[in-house]
């Protein structure tokens, strides 16, 4: 018993740093990004909390598997302590962990989050008192928390088996109803209600992380173009459209008015001359700065970097790929939800994570390299692409000037590309989030000159699908994933798409030229006064 609480303490502890290390992150990260102008403290202590609450969730994947896996020994049986009380307490502990931060993750994406949004855009629209604008908030949250309890009735009393006997009355298949939500302690109505969100969360990562996988490595590879040469064609720029306010002008010198359709044109280039000069003032800081020193010194190393995340965004797709043709030949079929027993095309990282599984805590490592990778990569596509709804560009995420609702969008986005980061990495490597290192005991008979002899000895064996319940212990976490088939169906069809994703990615990213030094930074829509708040990058 002893040897367990210090086998569990260890898989805490570790977990205790993960936890400590993760809300640094999310800090620096969140203010990194945050408008200095126009940042709310509840905003930003929100989009802290869900972004670190989600990284928190993808954390315990290692220790679950971690866990589940030193309860047995290399040979294939279960040590000393680990009896079937001791078992399920562990089990157990890993699976409150997992309610309790799930809880955590519905009640941000459908109460906390929206109430804070739809606060701060009453704010800006109605200058009147809070009352009313907190009123208005809950109104609108109201609908979230109502799409909330429906998945979680569905998740709860949707049957996952249907009663055979053909003459069981309606109450009986009621009563069976409630008889297996209180057995699963409402693990189905949690799962479901997950499950909905990693879906939403699939489509964020097709849409961002797939092509954010192509564009960051790229990006580094080629870099930016000169401040110097920006600045100089942002001068003859200038001059151009100072001549052309001229010779519009030099029309009403005489006393006659403008036409109308000169006066719009007045107006645009004027709009157009004041955005051009704030170019001119942020690239003129930039070629100052000593920052562009330093990066230039650096150029090198961030082609370094690019080839490497180039070289792994490949190995993924390659991964994945491999993982879903697998199940395309030997899966049991779209109505189990493509779920494979076995492994029959194995994958780099199907064949690396449990071998580092042995040596803890390198898998827990390379566990956080992915997902930190997914999230810089979504980061990429998203500060790359703007957050659209359908045809409509909501926000546009800039370092130093992303205003408080697109803080909370961006947090939220990134929460839901976390959660399907866990069935991500499922696909990459099932027999490692399934079941870890562990290994199970199977009945041989030994040969002797080639014949059958009475003799019989245990061999052993990496567990999988086929291996015996008692024998191989499954984590929590492929519990919550494959619940229902539907969604493992859903996230199958995903794959598929997100590999497609990013080939296009990769082939408009080698297209497009190089980015310019203050992409994104100088808008036309931007004030003067928000040429002040990225001053604190380039001094």
Not at 417 to 424: A, D, E, K, P, R
Request: glycine fraction near 4%.
């Amino acid at each position: 018993m002893a040897a367990a609480a210090s086998e569990l303490l260890t898989g805490w502890c570790l977990f205790g740093l993960a936890l400590l290390a993760i809300l640094i992150f999310c800090w620096v990260y969140v203010r990194k990004y945050q408008s200095r102008r126009e940042s709310e403290v509840i905003s930003t202590i929100t989009a802290i909390f869900a972004l670190a609450v989600a990284l928190i969730s993808s954390a315990l994947l290692p220790v679950d598997i971690f866990l589940v896996s030193y309860m047995k020994n290399q040979n294939g049986t279960f040590k000393d302590w680990a009896d079937a009380n001791v078992s399920r307490q562990i089990e157990d502990t890993v699976l409150y962990g997992y309610y309790t931060l799930y809880s955590i993750i519905l009640f941000c994406v459908f109460l906390w989050i929206p109430f804070v949004y739809f606060y701060y855009e009453e704010k800006e629209d109605d200058d009147g008192n809070t009352c009313s604008q907190v009123k208005t908030a809950l109104k609108y949250t109201l609908g979230f928390v109502t799409i909330c309890a429906v998945l979680l009735l569905i998740g709860a009393f949707v049957p996952l088996d249907i009663p055979n006997k053909k003459n069981s009355t309606e109450w009986e298949k009621v009563k069976l109803l409630f008889e297996e939500f209180g057995s699963s302690h409402g693990l189905t109505a949690l799962s479901f209600s997950i499950s909905s969100l990693t879906v939403i969360g699939m489509l964020a990562a097709i849409t961002y992380t797939a092509y954010g996988m192509s564009a960051l490595p790229l990006n580094l590879i080629k870099g930016t173009t000169s401040a110097a040469y920006e600045r100089l064609e942002n001068t003859e720029d200038i001059e151009e459209v100072e001549q052309h306010l001229l010779r519009i002008k030099s029309k009403c010198r005489d006393g006659r008015p403008l036409s109308s359709r000169d006066r719009r044109t007045v107006q645009q280039l004027e709009e157009r001359l004041r955005t051009l000069r704030r170019r001119e003032r942020r690239l003129e800081s930039i070629e100052k700065s000593w920052w562009t020193k330093f990066y230039e010194a650096i150029r090198p190393l961030k082609i370094v970097w690019g080839v490497f995340f180039i070289i792994v965004a490949l190995l993924f797709t390659v991964s994945l790929f491999l993982s879903n043709l697998d199940k395309a030949l030997h899966s049991a079929g779209f109505d189990s939800g493509f779920i494979i027993l076995g492994t029959n095309l194995t994958n780099p990282l199907n064949m690396l994570l449990p071998v580092l599984q042995t040596v803890f805590p390198l898998d827990y490592i390379l566990i956080t390299t992915i997902v930190m990778y997914f999230i810089f990569t979504s980061m990429a596509g998203i500060r790359n692409m703007g957050i659209w709804f359908f045809w409509i560009r909501l926000y546009k995420i800039r370092r130093g000037k992303t205003r408080p609702q697109a803080l909370l969008f961006l947090c939220m986005i990134l929460l839901l590309i976390v959660l399907h980061t866990s069935y991500m990495i499922y696909s990459l490597a099932p027999q490692y989030v399934m079941y870890g290192s562990q290994k199970y005991l199977v009945q041989s008979n030994k040969t002797i000159d080639g014949q059958p002899s009475n003799v019989t000895t245990f061999v052993s064996k990496d567990c999988d699908a086929d291996a015996p319940e008692d024998q191989c212990i499954v984590t929590r976490t492929y519990l919550f994933l494959h619940k229902f088939w539907f969604f493992s169906a859903a996230y199958y069809f995903g794959n598929w798409a997100f590999i497609a994703v990013f080939l296009i990615g990769l082939i408009v990213s080698c297209c497009k030229g190089k980015k310019s030094v203050i992409e994104g930074e100088v808008d036309e829509d931007d004030s003067d006064m928000s040429d002040d708040e990225l001053s604190v990058y380039y001094r």
